[in-house]
């Protein structure tokens, strides 16, 4: 028996989540008095691992793979939790892993717990907190199946490190046709990603014009920050619909989220509550976000965000 | 951006170059709370408390039936919508025959977790032969993103999520979906299972069901049919709110030194 924990990389790299996911694994691993096998897939460097706790890697490296999909990779996947007799499978939530894990619960005739936050609070039965209601509640969930599937939202367990290192094995399972084919991919290389980010930037309507997004792209990139929008800037075409995030778009966990110009509905609100710092800048001292921020500028945009941006520059200078 | 592109194409395709005219398609609708309710609980925070709450179709439904409209209208597709609940799920359902649905179904079965939910669904798919079930990336309540997943590996159809785009040609499927920090487009084919959201259709396209539309809804069959029973995985044990959060601490738009010094040293997050 042991803890299996799916390592998403990607161009041979391990994503940020899946340093977390190993994290987490370990923690339900220690729960559990047992160990943490990892299944990697066409990684280049697999010593990584060992630092988040993992034991033993399986090192899966096909061609066949080289492009994500859900019902390959949920087999492989199963393969290596027969192989290991693992009862528990630990994945993230990225839009990779969230496609595969129901696939992949019904394979393994697994109970599965989405938007997981917390490490297990109970194992005997098995008890998870996860998200619900868009971050408007959590709900306390047992999953009641001998083997089950935790996927656990990004940034909300951390990284934890251990002095360990992890053996590595060649696993080559069979590789099923899914029925799916990838046509095109069609992504931004240089951008971080709304998934992936520490920080995002966030603008509304209260910015008038797609012409005045410039400053909100500066600030963004002094920060290393993902870009954002609320719904009606990307209902009107100001910026692309991959940037609207909340309730309807797409949900932010980030460290820091930075929202300027946005009134704070409740729809928006939710979406992004699970980022662990909010800082609102708008003229509204009556806006919304105020209740739901940390830090809070009652200001205008346009002579804010500039300001903002030479202070970090001289910060970052400073810091260097 | 250019997706926008795709969408305005589709819609004013030529529909002879299609041959769906059999097309069966299942459009999975979750009745969910309106985006604006309060998120209150009861009976020692164990049941989600129902009292002053709207509820609406699941607005990623709303986008796929929208679009499965469209494969009605200029495809001559049929359109069945299905639900998996208690008869206070009806009105949900008959918004969705208002909008233009032909039938629809009703599991009656209280819906307790995501693998009962598929395993209901799956049994109504295969009883009615579809070829085509689109439902939601995810339900806003319980926000599982699990029901299709899990519906398409107990059919074995094929299956997209995060789908903002979707075009049939007899059994062929091509299909957008949303990836971290883009797209990918993929082909796949008939019977096929997609979760979508907003760019399916956009929000511009959405319908509110007219008159006419409400009065026809009401002579439309809403069959409600036996569950299975099929057995949950999960319990939920309890709702807990998150704790309530503290004062906004403000800083002057003239000393913004002040805020970079709290996301620095107090708040660790530069
Ligand atoms: C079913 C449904 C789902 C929805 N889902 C989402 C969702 O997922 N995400 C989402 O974001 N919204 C969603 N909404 C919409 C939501 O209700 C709000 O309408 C929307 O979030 C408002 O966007 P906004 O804050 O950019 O614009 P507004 O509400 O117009 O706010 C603009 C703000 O900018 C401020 N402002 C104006 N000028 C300046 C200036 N010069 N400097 C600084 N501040 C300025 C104003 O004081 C105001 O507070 C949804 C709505 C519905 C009905
Ligand atoms: N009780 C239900 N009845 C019908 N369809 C459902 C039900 N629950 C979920 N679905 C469908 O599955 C999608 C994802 O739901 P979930 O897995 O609960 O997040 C929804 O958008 C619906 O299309």
């Not at chain 1, 110009?261 to 979406?271: D, F, K, V, W, Y």
């Not at chain 1, 003229?283 to 346009?302: I, L």
């Not at chain 2, 499965?68 to 359109?79: I, L, N, R």
Request: charge should be negative; glycine fraction near 8%; aromatic fraction near 6%.
């Amino acid at each position: 028996m042991s803890v299996l924990v799916y390592t998403e990389s990607e161009n041979g790299k391990f994503k940020k989540t899946a340093l977390e996911v190993a994290s987490y694994a370990k923690a339900v691993a220690d729960q559990l008095g047992t160990t943490v096998t990892a299944v990697a897939v066409n990684a280049d460097d697999t010593s990584e691992l060992g630092k988040y706790g993992v034991d033993k890697v399986l090192n899966v490296s096909n061609s066949g793979l080289d492009k994500f999909n859900a019902k390959s990779y949920a087999s492989v996947i199963k393969q290596a939790v027969e192989k290991e007799d693992a009862k528990v499978v630990v994945v993230s939530q990225t839009a990779d892993s969230k496609y595969l894990a129901p696939v992949l619960a019904v394979g393994l005739n697994a109970g599965y717990a989405s938007n997981v936050v917390e490490a297990p609070s109970n194992t005997a039965p098995f008890t998870v907190k996860r998200t619900a209601f868009t971050n408007k509640a959590f709900n306390v969930t047992a999953i009641n199946t001998d083997v089950k599937v935790v996927g656990v939202s990004n940034n909300a367990f951390g990284l934890v490190e251990n002095t360990a290192s992890a053996t590595a094995e060649d696993f080559s399972p069979t590789v099923e046709d899914s029925g799916v084919t990838v046509q095109s991919v069609d992504k931004a290389t240089d951008k971080v990603t709304i998934a992936d980010a520490e920080i995002v930037v966030s603008a509304g309507r209260g910015l008038k014009g797609p012409e005045n997004w410039g400053m909100v792209e500066e600030l963004a990139e002094v920060l290393g920050a993902a870009t954002a929008c609320s719904k009606p800037v990307s209902d009107l075409g100001w910026r692309p619909h991959s940037e609207h995030v909340g309730q309807t778009g797409k949900p932010v966990a980030s460290n820091l989220y930075i929202a300027i110009g946005i009134s704070g509905a409740i729809q928006h609100l939710a979406g992004i509550n699970a980022s662990k710092v909010k800082v609102v800048v708008n003229t509204d001292p009556e806006a919304p976000f105020f209740k739901a921020a940390d830090y809070g500028v009652v200001g205008d945009a346009f002579e804010v965000v500039p300001a903002l941006i030479e202070k970090l520059k001289a910060f970052k200078a400073a810091n260097a | 951006m250019s997706y926008d592109n795709v969408i305005v194409l589709s819609f004013q395709e030529n529909n002879q170059k299609f041959n769906n005219k059999n097309m069966k398609i299942l459009v999975c609708i979750s009745h969910v709370p309106d985006t604006t309710s309060k998120i209150n609980f009861t009976d020692g925070d164990s049941k989600f408390d129902t009292n002053g709450v709207q509820f609406v179709i699941n607005p990623n439904d709303e986008f796929g039936l929208t679009r499965a409209m469209w494969f009605k209208e200029k495809q001559g597709a049929s359109v069945d919508v299905v639900n998996v609940g208690g008869a206070e799920t009806e009105p949900t359902l008959r918004k969705a025959l208002a909008i233009g649905a032909d039938n629809a179904i009703r599991v009656n079965a209280e819906a307790k977790d995501g693998f009962q939910v598929a395993k209901e669904l799956a049994k109504v798919v295969q009883d009615g032969g579809y070829d085509l079930v689109i439902a939601g990336r995810e339900s806003i309540d319980y926000n599982g993103g699990m029901v299709p997943g899990m519906l398409s590996e107990l059919i074995g159809a094929n299956f997209v999520t995060n789908c903002i785009n979707l075009e049939i040609d007899g059994t062929n499927a091509t299909a957008t979906r949303e990836i971290d920090g883009g797209k990918e487009t993929v082909t796949t084919a008939l019977p096929l299972v997609i979760a979508g959201q907003k760019g399916l259709v956009e929000e511009s396209d959405l319908r509110i069901p007219n008159m006419r539309g409400i009065m026809m809804a009401r002579k439309k069959p809403l069959n409600v049919v036996e569950a299975a029973n099929a057995e949950t995985e999960t319990t939920s044990v309890k709702f807990e709110k998150p704790a309530p959060k503290g004062a906004v601490t403000l800083v002057d738009a003239g000393n913004l030194d002040e805020l970079v010094n709290l996301l620095h040293n107090e708040a660790k997050v530069i």
